[in-house]
Nanobody
Framework: QVQLVESGGGSVQPGGSLRLSCAASGRFFSISRMGWYRQAPGKERELVAD???????NYGDSVKGRFTITRDNAKNTAYLQMNSLKPDDTAVYYC??????????????WGQGTQVTVSS
């Protein structure tokens, strides 16, 4: 199985930047997709960004042009660079990974979540 460790959350003023990291470890055949979701109080969890091997990154409409997802496949780590942060970006951010236990067994895993607060 896969264990995910997230880091990089915190508090920042509007217009500021943060970078989140998600490191995957454990026993798996390969990782196909790494992504970030977020959930604000009283709202549903929504896609922020994801990256599938061989495809262009995919972004939620509200973060396009401000957030960038990158992957270091050698380290099984995904990063989310968040610039020009707004109060509406305040949420718990969750890492999500789709991986293969074997060529035919696909699973996904969630991180524990990291709080991002944007406030003046």
């Amino acid at each position: 199985q896969v264990q995910l460790v997230e880091s990089g959350g915190g508090s920042v003023q509007p217009g500021g930047s943060l970078r989140l990291s998600c490191a995957a470890s454990g026993r798996f055949f390969s990782i196909s997709r790494m992504g970030w979701y977020r959930q604000a109080p009283g709202k549903e969890r929504e896609l922020v960004a994801d990256s599938t091997s061989g495809d262009k990154p995919n972004y939620g409409d509200s973060v396009k042009g401000r957030f960038t997802i990158t992957r270091d496949n050698a380290k099984n780590t995904a990063y989310l660079q968040m610039n020009s942060l707004k109060p509406d970006d305040t949420a718990v951010y969750y890492c999500n990974v789709a991986f293969r236990l074997s060529p035919l067994q696909v699973r996904d895993a969630w991180g524990q979540g990291t709080q991002v607060t944007v406030s003046s």
